[in-house]
Nanobody, 121 residues
Framework: VQLVESGGGSVQAGGSLRLSCLVSGYTGSLLMGWFRQAPGKEREGVANISVSGTGYADSVKGRFTISKDNAKNTLYLQMNSLKPEDTAMYSC??????????????????WGQGTQVTVSS
């Protein structure tokens, strides 16, 4: 499974960005999510999506929306009302159904290189 993120950039507070994560190398069902890591801070899970639904960190609820276009093999993260504290490297991650992994993006097993989001005040 290969994951490639895009869509990051610099915006002012209150602005919006849409991140994309193109998935290749696997055509089965995947559970997917978005993580972020700011300098000097621990990596945190932002949002996740599965056949059961979606989940969000409290810090982004009501502002971020995760979605998936299976026809395009692409995961999205729509980010609205961005705040300076949203500044971070954003990475998408995936795991196959009924599997889980230890490691930096646990329980996800695969992740991309990340895309930088910078929000200025």
């Amino acid at each position: 499974v290969q994951l490639v993120e895009s869509g990051g950039g610099s915006v002012q507070a209150g602005g919006s960005l849409r991140l994309s994560c193109l998935v290749s190398g696997y055509t089965g069902s995947l559970l997917m999510g978005w993580f972020r890591q700011a300098p000097g801070k621990e990596r945190e899970g932002v949002a996740n999506i599965s056949v059961s639904g979606t989940g969000y960190a409290d810090s982004v609820k009501g502002r971020f929306t995760i979605s998936k276009d299976n026809a395009k093999n692409t995961l999205y993260l729509q980010m609205n009302s961005l705040k300076p504290e949203d500044t971070a490297m954003y990475s998408c991650a995936a795991r196959r159904s009924y599997t889980a992994c230890d490691g930096a993006f646990a329980p996800f097993c695969y992740w991309g290189q990340g895309t930088q989001v910078t929000v200025s005040s």
